[in-house]
């Protein structure tokens, strides 16, 4: 079997051009356009890397972006005045802290100070708990669960009773995609350093999500037959032919996957694309809910993105 490559940068392009419309419809109804701000602390290359990139997609797409970088020293009163004062500035409508931070800062209490409308990571403690929560809402679901649900829900792969093996439990990508699944209905199962056999759950998965962060973690014989693979990870191995000295390699073990799943994401080029892309959703919507007081349910940038294809978008009908 030759499995369907799940292209993210084709998709995320797709989402660009619907963020960038919004924000002139928005534009021309308010005279004002979104804003995001970025913190960024210590001087991290990777974290560099990615605040550049989302910056450089919200240009595209006609978000302002508010940059501050502070030193990898710099002591908690001042982030958390900086905080406050991007929490009270009504030109911004996102904040988003860079994480990880350095260890002598606080991330539970930093993030907490994000105020939950303007908290477009989502990763505040309540907006993950609402996540969690039947009948509650959260004001936003963080960027790469947000992004991987709309890829699936893109080519209409089902999630409502399926098994669904998450191997990772962080705050930004495996705990919020399993509770996101979950609102769907999956059944779900979450992985972690300490969970033995791995192929044993693995093999159960139809949906399996690869967020470890370690290279050749899923092999082709840890997956079913037939199985949708979402590669999250994002790993830099040495190769001595490579410009730069390295590549990028996801967790899965990419061809012996692809001969074995249905479909698969590849790295780069599957997830990353589309977890910036919802940076910029999340970021439009806080505007519009700040400016013009329109509270959309959280699904709402499906539906405006796919209209006419709703159906798609709701939960999928339980497996016969
Ligand atoms: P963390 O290091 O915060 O979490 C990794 C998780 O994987 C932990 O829960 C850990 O378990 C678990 N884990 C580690 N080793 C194993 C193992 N051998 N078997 C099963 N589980 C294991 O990483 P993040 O969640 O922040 O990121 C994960 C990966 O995703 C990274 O490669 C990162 O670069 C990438 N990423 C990609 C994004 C994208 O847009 N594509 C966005 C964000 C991250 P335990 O809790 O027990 O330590």
Avoid at 5 to 12: C, N, P, Q, V
Avoid at 22 to 38: D, I, K, M, N, S
Avoid at 62 to 77: E, K, M, W, Y
């Amino acid at each position: 079997m030759a499995a369907r490559i799940l292209d993210g940068r084709a998709m995320a392009a797709r989402w660009r051009d619907w963020v960038k419309a919004q924000v002139e419809a928005f534009r021309a109804r308010t005279g004002q356009v979104p804003g995001l701000a970025t913190v960024l602390i210590g001087d991290h290359p990777a974290s560099q890397t990615y605040v550049r990139a989302k910056q450089s997609a919200c240009a595209a797409a006609g978000i302002r972006t508010f940059s501050h970088c502070l030193p990898a020293d710099v002591d908690r009163g001042t982030v958390l005045e900086l905080v406050e004062a991007l929490a009270r500035n009504p030109e911004v409508h996102g904040i988003l802290v860079q994480l990880p931070l350095p260890p002598h800062l606080d991330e539970e209490e930093i993030l907490s100070a994000i105020p939950l409308e303007k908290d477009v990571d989502g990763f505040h403690p309540l907006n993950i708990g609402r996540l969690g929560l039947k009948g509650k809402d959260p004001y936003f679901i963080p960027c790469t669960p947000l992004g991987i649900l709309a890829m699936l829900q893109e080519v209409g792969i089902p999630i409502t009773g399926r098994r669904a093996v998450i191997l990772g439990r962080s705050r930004i990508v495996g705990l919020p995609m399993a509770l996101l699944l979950l609102r769907f209905d999956a059944t779900v199962t979450i992985c972690h350093s300490r969970t033995p056999d791995l192929g044993s759950v693995t093999r159960q998965a139809d949906l399996l999500i690869a967020a470890a962060g370690r290279p050749g973690l899923v092999r082709g014989e840890m997956i079913q037959p037939g199985a949708v693979v979402i590669d999250v990870g994002i790993n830099r191995v040495v190769d001595p032919q490579a410009p730069q000295g390295y590549r990028l390699v996801g967790d899965v073990v990419f061809e012996e996957a692809a001969a074995v799943a249905s479909a698969i994401t590849p790295v780069p080029g599957g997830v990353g694309p589309m977890t910036v892309a919802m940076l910029l959703v999340n970021t439009l919507k806080a505007a519009q809910r700040q400016v013009e007081g329109f509270a959309s349910p959280w699904l709402e940038p499906f539906l405006s993105k796919t209209s006419g294809e709703a159906d798609r978008l709701q939960p999928n009908a339980p497996k016969a």
